[in-house]
């Protein structure tokens, strides 16, 4: 008997207690029951509600069309004014659907728990968004690469944000005409790089090569003067670019004018220029720098410019003389352009 008692005590408690958790539920989504007494009221409400917020984004956009001739500021104040809008909207249409704050917070609490397991990938978006709009990493027209992508932004959203590609199979990041969509979310897990945000200039590097039989001390000269011609009043602009990047980040450099490294490849002497360019103009001032090149060394008689070629090298008879081999004894020792009994140049004698 006191088994039995204490058994339906136990049921009558579970069941008090689903009880409970029912009429909380109903608490909660009871204004939402089709049919109820202020259903009609309710929906009615909320179209005049998102009706309004249509109407004034309206005529909010028309004024500023009126008065804001630059499109970025328009593009700003149209992307502003939806988020603002739809914002508003659902604050007037939770509270009409809703009675009381403390009934809002609880399925708000609800719903998010819910939403950040089944919408992970859009919740990240819409973080990474924040952190854009916040951090400004990059702005429209900011030309960045992230991951494997790269291009100018022309676009932010709040789930991705849109890339003019440049490079891939086009060189010297020209564009290729192709709108990338990236996921904000890549902002937290890819490497970005910014190539016109703080200091608007990059470096580019010209591997010039000649042979090794060229005068490349005069040909380094060239490059130089060259090289200091078409910089014109970039190294002055880069200065002052430096110095206002420098009051938000640590960036210095201790010299902006161009320089000429010398190297030697395999197939002749390297004198590599590097000079500084805006990104966008990257592939017009390495046009110019190669015709001055060109028309200079074309000047010159003792410059070559050097391809790759194979070559037969015979030391004993090339080379500085105290650097070559010793002829063997089966060799002619006579110099091949010294003359033999018969006028000719003496040779080597047949294998």
């Not at 490059?223 to 200065?239: L, M, N, T």
């Not at 010299?255 to 010398?262: D, F, K, M, Q, S």
Request: charged fraction near 20%.
């Amino acid at each position: 008997m006191l088994a039995t008692a204490a058994f339906q005590a136990g049921d009558s408690a579970r069941a008090n207690g689903a009880a409970a958790q029912a009429d909380r539920w109903f608490e909660v989504l009871g204004p939402l029951s089709i049919g109820g007494p202020g259903t009609v009221r309710n929906l009615v409400l909320s179209i005049v509600v998102v009706v309004a917020a249509v109407v004034l984004r309206r005529l909010l956009l028309r004024s500023v069309d009126q008065r804001v001739a630059e499109a970025r500021a328009r593009y700003r104040w149209s992307k502003t004014s939806s988020y603002v809008a739809f914002l508003i909207a659902t604050i007037f249409i939770l509270a009409i659907w809703f009675e009381g704050l403390g009934n809002i917070g609880t399925f708000l609490g609800l719903l998010s728990a819910g939403l950040a397991i089944a919408l992970r990938d859009p919740v990240a978006d819409l973080a990474a968004w924040v952190f854009i709009m916040t951090r400004r990493p990059f702005d429209l027209g900011d030309r960045v690469q992230i991951g494997d992508h790269a291009g100018d932004v022309i676009d932010i959203r709040i789930f991705q944000f849109s890339l003019l590609e440049i490079g891939n199979w086009v060189d010297a990041d020209q564009s290729t005409g192709r709108i990338i969509h990236v996921p904000n979310a890549f902002v937290f897990s890819k490497s970005l790089a910014n190539y016109t945000a703080q200091f608007e200039y990059i470096w580019n590097e010209i591997p010039i090569l000649i042979t090794f039989e060229s005068n490349w001390r005069k040909a380094k000269q060239l490059v130089e003067g060259i090289a200091a011609s078409q910089a014109g009043d970039v190294v002055e602009e880069a200065k002052r670019s430096m110095l206002r990047a420098s009051r938000r980040v640590l960036i210095y450099y201790s010299t902006l004018t161009p320089a000429v490294y010398t190297s030697v490849q395999d197939s002749g002497v390297c004198l590599t220029l590097r000079h500084l360019c805006r990104p966008r103009q990257r592939r017009g001032s390495s046009q110019s720098i190669w015709e001055a090149v060109l028309d200079a060394f074309a000047a010159e008689q003792d410059i070559d410019l050097a391809y790759p070629t194979q070559r037969l090298y015979v030391n004993p008879l090339e080379g500085k003389p105290g650097a070559r081999a010793p002829l063997p004894d089966e060799w002619d020792r006579r110099r091949p352009t010294e003359p033999d009994g018969t006028g000719q140049p003496g040779t080597p004698p047949p294998p």
